[in-house]
């Protein structure tokens, strides 16, 4: 899919995978952070960070520094103070935001106090903005182009997701609600190829646009929360867009601008033999002007025309972070 309109703006991020693509369809640039892609150098490149060797910087993507894009975002995962250090002094003229994508502790990545001076810190969860001084984004970015149009009804509810020490409760949930008559598609991946131990329940990765084709032939998607958002999710956006209820146990969605209680069953708030009625009744459709704010390209074009300016300090953490790749 072509973009209608190129941005100005480059995402900086591992390549290849469905989010990097989102990006270059809503007219981003994207680059990877690091050279390397196979296993070997990506050994070798974690050994040179992890024992801080001399000469990290070798590894760093030069490619970023020709990119001509006023505007930079740099995803959570894989980006070390060395690496922002780096891109802030080599972009002296760029606005360039550091852009959380999970919840502050939930995934490997740099906590908020340890980003460079002059990098803008943004979340997606109020909670977390509140906690950490950070920017909170108002619209979620979707991935619009790998959405598919509503096909046969194959499954009443679907969830497909990494384990992330949930695989037990899915498990438990998927069985009670098979013991409702309901016919479910549980699809639990491991938390990374190399992630040990392996459980039966684990699934091959699946592809966003199988993920996308399974949603489809789906009455609703389960959005099973680690740790309670308050705000709502990449996940929660897909359901609506996807014209698909949600069951979810993040209670922060009833603050959202796509809630709307014929839509959603929070897991928690009502008797769970209450879902098959609620699988049955109508969905209200959420109303083209709040999906078209979170389409990618729109949700983008107002994160970089927000008012500039980093906060005035760092809050201390009060969770655990990695400060790694």
């Known amino acids: ?95 360039i935001f550091f852009l959380y994508g999970n919840l502050v502790g939930n995934a490997r990545h740099i906590l908020p106090a340890q980003i460079p001076a002059g990098i803008e810190r943004w979340t997606f969860d109020r909670g977390d903005s509140i906690r950490y001084d950070m920017h909170c984004r108002k619209n979620i970015d979707c991935y619009d182009s790998f959405f598919l149009s509503k096909g046969e009804t194959l499954y009443d509810v679907l969830f497909v997701g990494a384990d992330k020490g949930r695989a037990e409760k899915l498990l438990k949930l998927q069985s009670d609600m098979e013991a409702l008559g309901l016919k479910t598609c549980f699809y639990i991946t491991s938390d990374g190829r190399y992630a040990f131990p392996r459980k039966k329940c684990y699934q091959p990765y699946l592809p966003y646009k199988k993920i996308c084709e399974l949603t489809s032939h789906s009455r609703a998607i389960l959005n099973y929360c680690i740790r309670e958002d308050e705000s709502a999710t990449q996940r929660d956006y897909e359901a609506a867009f996807n014209g698909v209820k949600l069951i979810t146990n993040n209670r922060g969605i009833m603050q959202s601008d796509i809630y709307h209680e014929n839509n959603v069953f929070i897991l928690g708030t009502r008797p769970l033999s209450e879902l098959p009625d609620f699988l049955r009744s109508p969905l209200r459709a959420v109303d083209a002007d709040i999906l078209d704010r979170h389409r990618a390209a729109n949700a983008l074009r107002e994160l970089i025309e927000s008012p500039a300016g980093t906060e005035a300090q760092h809050s201390e953490p009060n969770e655990k972070g990695v400060d790694t790749l």
């Open 1 to 95: 899919m072509q973009p209608k309109q190129k941005l100005d703006l480059l995402v900086i991020m591992p390549g290849g995978g469905y989010v990097c693509e989102g990006y270059r369809n809503a007219g981003c640039d994207c680059i990877a952070p690091y050279i390397g892609k196979s296993l070997v150098p990506r050994v070798l490149r974690e050994l040179y960070f992890r024992l801080h060797l001399p000469g990290q910087s070798l590894w760093y993507n030069r490619q970023v520094l020709h990119n001509p894009c006023g505007n930079i975002i740099v995803r959570d995962p894989q980006s070390n103070v060395k690496y922002l250090r780096w891109l802030r002094a080599n972009k002296r003229q760029a606005r």
